[in-house]
Antibody, heavy 123, light 108 residues
Framework: QLQLQESGPGLVKPSETLSLTCTVSGGSISSSSYYWGWIRQPPGKGLEWIGS???????YYNPSLKSRVTISVDTSKNQFSLKLSSVTAADTAVYYC???????????????WGQGTLVTVSS | SSELTQDPAVSVALGQTVRITCQGDSLRSYYASWYQQKPGQAPVLVIYGKNNRPSGIPDRFSGSSSGNTASLTITGAQAEDEADYYC???????????FGGGTKLTVL
């Protein structure tokens, strides 16, 4: 079955760039039916969508993070990646990747999710 | 603040029925999806769209929508249903995916 796995540094210094990769196994990231998304969850808080990418490279981002976010895709490696620049302590969170489905522009859903990776922003 | 509003906490007696709600103006135009999250685990999709259950989700979970409110109903709640539940949909502009603040369900 489809599985997603996040990887990357668990500690990032303030003002630097957070970089994470999501590796997809058990299916192709090049499927025309899906986007691939990043969602984060600060400790003890709720979920926040960061952005999503189509296998062609088309992206859309959360407007509140857009100026700092870049999501890219590498179909040859079946991976997609997140870069978040100029991080502060407020960016400390568990970062999840997930397959993002849309239907008829009326409904979005994320399934399955990776296990998540905690990224702490601290000097 | 989220454009989707959920009650922070709800409780239900074992075996009884509970409804968890998600309110927002965008829900007049978009369907909600629902996720279950247990401590230390990633969210799991339980309902998407009008009322669709992914494979492996028990049929005691169902979804509905009316006006600006989407609901997740658990009919005959089990101890293992104790978790945080999140709804997601779009914001009013349709350009942003949003999540509700989450509801902590306690099964008594």
């Amino acid at each position: 079955q489809l599985q997603l796995q996040e990887s990357g540094p668990g500690l990032v210094k303030p003002s630097e760039t957070l970089s994470l990769t999501c590796t997809v196994s058990g299916g192709s990231i090049s499927s025309s039916s899906y986007y691939w998304g990043w969602i984060r969850q600060p400790p003890g808080k709720g979920l926040e969508w960061i952005g999503s990418i189509y296998y062609s490279g088309s992206t859309y981002y959360n407007p509140s993070l857009k100026s700092r976010v870049t999501i890219s895709v590498d179909t040859s490696k079946n991976q997609f990646s997140l870069k978040l620049s100029s991080v502060t302590a407020a960016d400390t969170a568990v970062y999840y990747c997930a397959r993002h489905s849309l239907y008829a522009s009326k409904v979005d859903w994320f399934d399955p999710w990776g296990q998540g990776t905690l990224v702490t922003v601290s000097s | 603040s989220s454009e989707l509003t959920q009650d922070p906490a709800v409780s239900v007696a074992l075996g009884q029925t509970v409804r968890i709600t998600c309110q927002g103006d965008s829900l007049r135009s978009y369907y909600a999806s629902w996720y279950q999250q247990k401590p230390g685990q990633a969210p799991v999709l339980v309902i998407y769209g009008k009322n669709n259950r992914p494979s492996g989700i028990p049929d005691r979970f169902s979804g509905s929508s009316s006006g600006n409110t989407a609901s997740l109903t658990i009919t005959g709640a089990q101890a293992e249903d104790e978790a945080d539940y999140y709804c997601n949909s779009r914001d009013s502009s349709g350009n942003r995916v949003v999540f509700g603040g989450g509801t902590k369900l306690t099964v008594l």
